[in-house]
């Protein structure tokens, strides 16, 4: 099918400018979300619990919107589907930093999970134009910004200026003007010519019937659920009765996702010379035990060493795993979409299993069981290589 022209240069260089940050913004709502839940039951005189439903909330906007972004990317166009997603985040945004409410607040935080999900898996679309042939390095590369948001995220919570509503109404308006740079950008994208109307549907599903997009896609849901479940858990690890207090738990938080963007760009240098299915078994590996000290730890000391291992133990996972499925199966917005979707579905589903494990059998068995769970990503990327190199199996991207 005939594509438009590759993008310029400089078109690339703007939309790659826009997409690392729009993905720090993202990261950096997330952790402010999570770390203003008390502030946001407070305002809105709720239990914590009741409050939390704004997870729920946009964890369900982020699953569901995400795969027909996707499908409507590679319709209409990256960068235009791109700035519509940027649209939603921030207009999410900054009606959940005006509401006076819980309900007004969980139908915000669902446009707002929508939007976020939907950038972070346009973002990932984009990629492979803006880096040709360097799935692995440019997945890493681009996630790093992502590190560098959630680690900026804890520490705006010490602020004492900045309000909770303040912070999220400053978040949407840079997301605004995300937006506007995306569509600003737009002529750049690749389309398929209109004149033979395809579906956007069809060339997708076939691509998606691949079985090594499955193990990707397991893969996804296994390792983002178990991230989540760890940094998202924290916060209440290192703060349980006889712990430490809330600013070592953000120096915790911080010295993770540092160490996490940190990694991330040396996994970037190492997927340009390393297979990226080896690459993911040795961070899965090292993973392991690197969660188990996280969550375990006895001392200060000793807990912040082993948030810091394992940060740079995850930082390669999630961006090679897509960047994985990339050179295997193509540059299809619907591709990256239905992965960051899988992690989406992870994120609701791991995390919430973890705080049921802690409550019924105690933190070190719950740890235990999160290992448990990261094992199997070490393998699921050989899975895919495998099945995505049949004969006949793997389609070209959908444009």
């Known amino acids: 099918m005939p594509t438009a022209p590759r993008p310029s240069i400089v078109g690339r260089v703007a939309t790659r400018g826009i997409a690392l940050v729009a993905l720090a913004l993202d990261a950096l709502v997330l952790l402010l979300i999570a770390g203003s839940l008390p502030a946001i039951a407070h305002a809105f005189h709720v239990p914590l619990d009741a409050a939390g439903l704004i997870f729920t909330a946009n964890g369900t906007g982020f699953t569901?919107?995400?795969?027909?972004?996707g499908a409507l990317a590679d319709r209409f166009g990256k960068r235009a589907i791109a700035a519509?997603?940027?649209l939603a985040f921030g207009t999410g945004l900054l009606f959940l930093a005006a509401s006076r409410d819980l309900a007004a607040a969980l139908a915000a935080a669902t446009l707002a999970g929508a939007g976020g999900g939907s950038i972070e898996s346009s973002v990932t679309a984009l990629l492979p134009e803006m880096y040709p042939g360097r799935e692995g390095f440019a997945n890493n590369f681009a996630q790093a910004f992502f590190g560098?948001?959630?680690?900026?995220?804890?520490?705006?919570?010490?602020?004492p200026t900045l309000g909770w509503r303040m912070r999220l109404a400053l978040c949407g308006a840079a997301l605004l003007a995300v937006a506007a740079g995306f569509w600003r950008e737009r002529a750049q994208d690749e389309r398929p010519q209109h004149a033979a109307a395809p579906s956007p549907w069809?060339?997708?599903?076939?691509?998606?019937?691949n079985p090594g997009?499955?193990?990707s896609v397991a893969a996804m849901i296994l390792y983002t659920g178990v991230e989540v479940a760890v940094w998202g858990w924290l916060f209440t690890v290192v703060t349980r009765p006889g712990g430490a207090g809330p600013v070592w738990a953000v120096a915790e938080l911080s010295g993770f996702w540092c160490a996490m963007g940190a990694g991330r760009l040396l996994a970037g240098m190492l997927?340009?010379?390393v297979d990226l299915t080896l690459l993911i078994a040795v961070e899965t590996l090292a993973g392991v035990p690197a969660l188990l000290l996280t969550l375990l730890a006895h001392s200060r000391a000793g807990a912040l060493a082993a948030v810091i291992l394992c940060g740079l133990a995850f930082s390669g996972i999630w961006p090679s795993i897509v960047g994985h499925a990339q050179k295997h199966h193509g540059e299809s917005a619907l591709l990256a979409s239905v992965l960051v979707a899988a992690g989406g579905a992870g994120a609701l589903a791991v995390p919430a299993a973890f705080g049921f494990a802690i409550a019924r059998l105690g933190l070190r068995a719950a740890a235990v069981g999160l290992a448990f769970l990261l094992a199997p990503v070490a393998f699921l990327p050989f899975l895919a290589s495998a099945r995505g190199r049949r004969p006949g199996r793997t389609l070209p991207a959908a444009r």
């Open 64 to 69: 569901v919107a995400v795969p027909l972004s």
């Open 84 to 86: 519509g997603n940027a």
């Open 148 to 159: 560098l948001g959630a680690t900026l995220g804890p520490l705006l919570l010490l602020a």
């Open 202 to 209: 069809s060339p997708g599903l076939r691509m998606l019937r």
């Open 213 to 215: 997009i499955g193990a």
């Open 271 to 273: 997927a340009e010379r």
